[in-house]
């Protein structure tokens, strides 16, 4: 899950809460982190203007890098497109296949 808020500093900043109780193993925690903040600086310019905090579910340890990439940057597309009914505060949950 991916909660986003726009911001007024013009810069991009991230936070992630990756529990010990979804996924149990640190070696799991650490490789979903290490996606996370890979694809958040290599999406940086289409970030600006937001705060996002990345939330971890249990069925995460599940998906290889690829996939959780490929999710983040759906994530990461939709919470910054412009949308005339879109709010301050934003709210996206993972898409289950």
């Not at 899950?1 to 799991?28: E, F, P, Y």
């Not at 995460?60 to 939709?78: F, V």
């Amino acid at each position: 899950m991916v909660l986003a808020r726009k911001n007024n500093s013009g810069c991009a900043r991230l936070g992630l809460a990756i529990a010990k109780k979804q996924l149990t193993r640190a070696v799991d925690r650490n490789r979903v982190k290490r996606v996370v903040r890979e694809s958040f600086r290599q999406q940086g310019e289409l970030l600006q203007g937001y705060d996002f905090i990345v939330l971890a579910r249990r069925d995460t340890q599940q998906h290889n890098n690829d996939k959780l990439t490929a999710s983040l940057e759906r994530h990461w597309r939709k919470l910054t497109q412009p949308a005339s009914n879109q709010s301050d505060k934003i709210n996206t949950d993972h898409q289950r296949s």
